[in-house]
């Protein structure tokens, strides 16, 4: 259970981080300086989506390998 609680809280940092980078990245680089809209606040967002998508395939990855070595260690005591 606290695996899961720092994966969550881990996926929200995350998301919230590369959700204002993506922000401040596409109001740089992609808005005119007087432009009134700017679309830097969608850009974060889905810059943020991405990550958690992300995450949840780190997430995934990171609990086969401590299953599959969990079994792999069983196995050794049983066998």
């Known amino acids: 259970m606290l695996r899961a609680a720092a994966y969550l809280v881990?996926?929200?940092?995350?998301s919230l981080v590369v959700t204002v980078i993506g922000m401040m990245y596409h109001d740089k680089t992609g808005c005119?300086?007087?432009a009134e809209e700017c679309l830097a606040a969608l850009v974060g967002i889905?810059?943020?989506a991405a990550a958690v998508v992300v995450c949840l395939v780190a997430v995934?990855?990171?609990e086969l390998i401590l299953w599959?070595?969990?079994?792999?260690k069983a196995a050794e005591v049983t066998g």
Do not use: E, F, K, Q
């Not at 881990?10 to 995350?14: D, E, F, K, L, Y």
């Open 10 to 14: 881990g996926t929200v940092v995350v």
């Open 32 to 34: 005119a300086p007087d």
């Open 46 to 48: 889905l810059w943020g």
């Open 60 to 62: 995934v990855v990171i």
């Open 68 to 72: 599959s070595r969990r079994r792999r």
